[in-house]
């Protein structure tokens, strides 16, 4: 597809990145010229230097075939500015990077006459994320699929857990039906696990099946999934704001300490239900006055990196809280991964990632069938969604008489509602959805899970 990017700050640049290794036909549009040229010699796309909310510089990119625009500036109004303008010069679809709170509501009712196809707002999608990590605290991560029919979970595998030295092939054991389907070990390496694959202590699995049997199995090996009833954050921001807003709504006790007193008093009015501290929270004297040590869950939302790490390690020392850790870079992810950070959230992957699954989203009416796609366990896998078209050339058999690629498994079959964690004997059927999981990118069809 022929996609523009007007804006190559940390979510442009992301999303470049991502949409160029999928052999989309990307084209950049920013003022600045040094962090333009940096990103155009990196991925071997096209940059226009320009303010990408006028019709000159659209013009000159392509607006009149190009299939999306994806405005992700830093402002809101150039975004949306950007899109209606892309719109009317002949753009199909048009996606705006909104962030301000007060325009979230608003941008729903006017999206149509702004010819809009989707607004992103980056710090609540994170929020959201963070959200569903809090409604199982023992989890790592969660990614839904299949509307919300199937779960994938990543949870680590602890000291005296019943899974230590236990055999793929064993699971069997267990009453609820779950696949674990991915692994990452203590070097980082990613697995996806065969039968004869057994689990250690330090392991993160990562597990797939419907809400229900997962909440059950993880109660069969002795992991609580009792939701949090408290939370501390650390940090004042727009994900800070989208949290609260959010576990108050879940009947959570929360507060939030800020350095900035403006800013309290603008929490405290959009957030009478929560309490809000004026005060350092970096401070550790003031981290136990306000009773760090006795909260549920700990979420470092700062500005800065650094701190955000060394509050949830210090937290994590004096405390049993679920850690919340925001990191804005990526560069180091392979050694922040290594650091008992708890649950870790990059606002910008988050953001790109949901972008990334309108755009296969299109793809699938371009003739497609990827449904959705999640990145996980720090990039290094996939998780996709396939739709099983009539015509299909792999109906009807039975799954251990295909000859899969290596680094993939059949995660889900997701057959008119009914989730089913498939067998050797299991096959697909016209209008199932499949989630598969993979280590190797490049699945664009069913079909291309065969060797």
Known sequence: MKIIIVGCGKVGTTLAEQLSTEDHDITII????????????????????????????????????????????????????????????????????????????????????????????????????????????????????????????????????????????????????????????????????????IIEEGDKLSIVGDPYNEIGFFQEIGIKADRIKSLLIVGGGRIAYYLARLMIRMRVDVKIIENSHSRCEELAELLPEAEIINGDGTDQNLLLEEGADRYDAFAALTGLDEENIMLSLYVGNISNAKLITKITRNPFMNVIANLDLGSVFYPRLIAAENILKYVRAMQNSYGSNVEALSKIINNKAEALEFYVRDGCSIINIPLMELKLKNNLLIGVINRHGNVIIPSGSDYFLPGDTVIVVTTEGGLDNLEDIIK
Not at 157 to 186: P, T, W, Y
Request: glycine share 8%; charged share 25%; proline share 3%.
């Open 30 to 197: 920013d003022n600045n010229s040094s962090r333009l040229q940096n990103i155009v010699n990196r991925l071997d796309i096209l940059g226009i230097k320009g303010n990408g909310a006028t019709f000159p510089v659209l013009e000159e990119a392509g607006i009149e075939d190009t299939d999306l625009l994806i405005a992700a500036t830093a402002a809101d109004e150039l975004n949306l500015l950007a899109c209606l303008i892309g719109k009317k010069a002949g753009a199909k679809n048009t996606i705006a990077r909104v962030r301000n709170p007060e325009y979230v509501d608003v941008i729903s009712v006017i999206k149509e006459d702004l010819g809009l196809s989707l607004a992103i707002n980056p710090e609540m999608a994170c929020a959201m994320e963070i959200g569903r990590v809090l409604k199982f605290p023992s989890m790592i991560t969660v990614d839904t699929f299949a509307k919300g029919r199937v779960e994938l979970l990543q949870f680590e595998v602890e000291s005296g857990n019943a899974l230590i030295g236990m055999q793929l092939k064993d699971m069997g054991r267990f009453h609820q039906k779950v696949l674990i389907c991915a692994a990452e070990k203590k070097n980082s390496d990613v697995i996806i696990p065969s039968g004869d694959f």
